[in-house]
Every structure is written in structure tokens, then in C-alpha cells.
């Protein structure tokens, strides 16, 4: 069983930058030998995929924040972070770390959730 925590999410203005982190717990949990994901759902949509890594580091982008958002993870902090550049208002939605088995993009590939941190951009 595992335990994951995010934090950094707030209100900022387009252009801006921020980092949320998800930090992991359990007893039994081996962090280092799980896919590691952000997602996100604004009020009415969806949830969506926004990055993967992967035990090795390799990562999957989805694709309106690719270029703009890099994920990355530290074993021995058991520590998922996605760095977020050029924040738009678009981009406005809760964010949530997921853990799972698989390298996946979809939200079903994870067993393991967050229970989310809100990142609000003005415009």
C-alpha cells in the first residue's frame, strides 16, 4: 500500500513558472520500481495525461505540455516533481501524481493516486 502527497500547487500569472512535488509513502512500498505520473482535471473535463517516468527515467510527454513541463523523480526522497514552465491559463486544473506497474498514458495504468494539489494561471 502507498501513500502519495502533492504539494506547490497555488495561483500564478501566465508566463510563470512552478513546481509541484508528490512525495511517496508505505511501509512496503518500492518506489523505485514504479512508473511514476502526473494527471490532470479541470471543472468539467476530463482527467488527462500529462507526463510518465519511468524506473529507468525515460519519459512520455502528453502533448500540450510537452516542451513546457518536465517530470523527474528522486528514488531516494521516494519524490516526484513536474517542473512547469510558461504556465498558461489553460493549464489551470488539479494535478495529481499517480504510481503504477505500467509505463503508461492512461489513468487506468496506476493504482496508486494523490488526492491532488489545485494550480490556478490568471491570464
Known amino acids: 500500500q502507498a501513500e502519495l502527497v502533492e504539494s506547490g500547487g497555488g495561483l500564478v500569472q501566465a508566463g510563470d513558472s512552478l513546481t509541484l512535488s508528490c512525495v511517496a509513502s508505505?511501509?512496503?512500498?518500492?518506489?523505485?520500481?514504479?512508473?511514476l505520473a502526473w494527471f490532470r482535471q479541470a471543472p468539467g473535463k476530463e482527467r488527462e495525461f500529462i507526463a510518465v517516468?519511468?524506473?529507468?527515467?525515460?519519459?512520455i510527454y502528453g502533448a500540450s505540455v510537452r516542451g513546457r513541463f518536465t517530470i523527474s523523480r528522486d528514488n531516494d526522497k521516494k519524490t516526484v516533481y513536474i517542473q512547469m514552465n510558461n504556465l498558461k491559463p489553460e493549464d489551470t486544473a488539479d494535478y495529481y501524481c499517480a504510481a503504477g506497474r505500467i509505463f503508461g498514458v492512461q489513468a487506468w495504468d496506476y493504482e496508486y493516486w494523490g488526492q491532488g494539489t489545485q494550480v490556478t494561471v490568471s491570464s
Open positions: 517516468v519511468w524506473t529507468d527515467g525515460d519519459t
Open positions: 508505505g511501509r512496503a512500498f518500492t518506489f523505485e520500481y514504479y512508473a
